[in-house]
């Protein structure tokens, strides 16, 4: 805290957000999908799933278990072979356009900062999405300061470590983002320190409505920070709910259940 205000502060004017325990409405709606790629490779398989506004959903698996094919679904960049995907009760297929609206997606490869700073990366994204000049400006200062990233603010992309231009990526996504983020493990090479004060700003933009999917490798994060958890094996969703619910009816932690819930380091194939 610095002079009475907190890194917060430049969220002060944001909308109030859902009462607690008043379920949101499904943003997110992921019905029956399946991804079939050629040699019948299946990376989703008859997958049900739902995000709702005010909720970050922690999605777990192998590698190879088919969770990034299924945000590529979600964001409008594949397309599913059966069943059906809805962003805010549009079809990312039919409505591309719509789509990248909605979903802010953050993916998995690091973000291409050759040339760019953070700073202009972030105020750039918040440009395209339709911010004037000093809000952009204003976005990308308020994304490095929660995210403790300030002192690399005008530090060439091809300078930076690996955890900041991750951080860099992050704030890239967020800046205007969708009424849906989907960020694939947004956290690697990121320090604990910062890790903390990602999933914090995460947690915040679902405060105030957003519908949040998190893909993660790490079982401890999710399990800590996420409202919901969804585990994939092989393309399927083999177990999901509340991280305090699962340890109450299985007598254990995420830690302990998941290796009994998944084969043994996945197909390799799809991530």
């Known amino acids: 805290m610095t002079g009475g205000r907190t890194k917060r502060s430049w969220w002060r004017h944001r909308p109030a957000a859902p009462a607690v325990g008043v379920p949101g409405r499904a943003l997110l709606e992921i019905d029956h999908v399946s991804k079939v790629y050629a040699r019948g490779a299946r990376a989703n398989d008859d997958i049900c799933l739902q995000v709702t506004e005010g909720e970050v959903v922690a999605l777990l698996g192998h590698n190879g278990a088919g969770k990034t ?13 059966s069943g059906r995907i809805r962003v805010a009760g549009h079809d990312p297929v039919a409505e591309p356009a719509r789509a990248r609206a909605i979903v802010s997606l953050m993916p998995q490869a690091h973000a291409p900062l050759a040339g760019v700073t953070p700073r202009q990366a972030i105020t750039m994204l918040a440009r395209i999405r339709g911010a004037s000049r000093t809000e952009a400006r204003a976005e990308a200062d308020g994304l490095l300061s929660v995210l403790d990233a300030q002192v690399w603010a005008d530090t060439p992309g091809d300078r930076l470590s690996g955890g900041i231009r991750r951080l860099t990526a992050y704030g890239m996504t967020a800046a205007r983002a969708g009424r849906i983020m989907v960020l694939d493990e947004p956290t690697n090479d990121v320090d604990p320190v910062r890790r ?19 893909v993660t490798h790490n079982i401890g994060e999710a399990e800590t920070y996420a409202d919901r958890v969804v585990i994939l094996d092989a393309g399927r969703v083999v177990l999901q709910g509340i991280p305090a619910e699962l340890r109450a009816t299985h007598a254990v932690g995420l830690e302990e259940l998941y290796p009994t819930l998944v084969g043994s380091g996945g197909r390799g194939e799809y991530a």
């Open 196 to 214: 903390r004060l990602l999933w914090q700003d995460i947690a915040g933009r679902a405060a105030i409505g957003r519908a949040v999917l998190v």
């Open 69 to 81: 094919t299924l945000v590529n679904q979600v964001a409008g960049l594949a397309v599913p072979t």
